[in-house]
């Protein structure tokens, strides 16, 4: 596709259960990013990813949330033992390379925490 | 700390009118800032952006000038049309990284 894929688009959990989303860039951008939109507010930086080099995951908001991105391309958010407060929107957006300017989002992954 | 504030949170304005939205950053080493747009449902998009070394940006009816010296940039949208209606953040990146910190968005409502 043309544009940044995610999915899944929606997902309810129960609290404590683990979740996987997962995030497919637009070809050839070396620059990933993940971040959080909570109902009604902005959109709160967790991690990026460039090429090789280790990623900043100075947004991350506790040890429950991870994220890797495998050969360079798709990456997945891993948010393990679920609480009500992860409830979210979880946009990704690639870049062709970090400081090129346009981030491009995708659809986001709305996750529901009961 | 990073941080970029955004004011007003909402905004309403008739149809043809002006609309302003203005940010503030903390991190006076900030050389790029660029405006998203995001209708209700959608994916943000960008509209415009800015870079350290100019002072205004048009492009049609939006134009985004930045005051370095006093660590703030607007957006000015004109002769504002219904399909304007959505929620507009700003955004930053900070130096030494590579990251955007983004406003807590201002929610558009142009009125017919």
């Known amino acids: 596709g043309a544009g940044v894929s995610q999915s899944p688009s929606n997902k309810v959990t129960e609290k404590g259960k683990d979740v996987e989303l997962r995030c497919d860039p637009i070809?050839?951008?070396?620059?990933l990013y993940w971040y959080r939109q909570s109902l009604g507010q902005g959109l709160e930086f967790l991690i990026y990813?460039?090429?090789?080099?280790?990623?900043?995951k100075s947004g991350l908001p506790s040890d429950r949330f991870s994220a890797e991105r495998t050969g360079g391309s798709v990456s997945t958010l891993t948010i393990q033992r679920t609480q009500q407060e992860d409830s979210a929107v979880y946009l990704c957006a690639s870049s062709l390379r970090l400081a090129a300017g346009e981030l491009f989002f995708g659809e986001g992954s709305r996750l529901t925490v009961l | 700390g990073e941080n970029v504030e955004q004011h007003p949170s909402t905004l309403s304005v008739q149809e043809g009118d002006s609309a302003v939205i203005k940010c503030t950053y903390s991190?006076?080493?900030?050389?790029?800032f660029p405006w998203y747009k995001q209708e209700l449902g959608k994916r943000p998009q960008l509209i415009i952006d800015?870079?350290?070394?100019?002072g205004e940006k048009k492009d049609q009816r939006i134009a985004v000038t930045l005051n370095k010296t006093a660590k703030h940039f607007s957006l000015h949208i004109t002769e504002t049309q219904p399909e304007d209606s959505a929620v507009y953040f700003c955004a930053a990146q900070f130096s030494g990284t590579y990251k955007y910190i983004f406003g807590t968005g201002t929610r558009l409502k142009v009125l017919a």
């Open positions: 990813f460039q090429g090789n080099s280790a990623p900043d």
């Open positions: 800015i870079r350290s070394n100019v």
């Open positions: 070809s050839g951008h070396t620059a």
């Open positions: 991190d006076s080493a900030s050389n790029y």
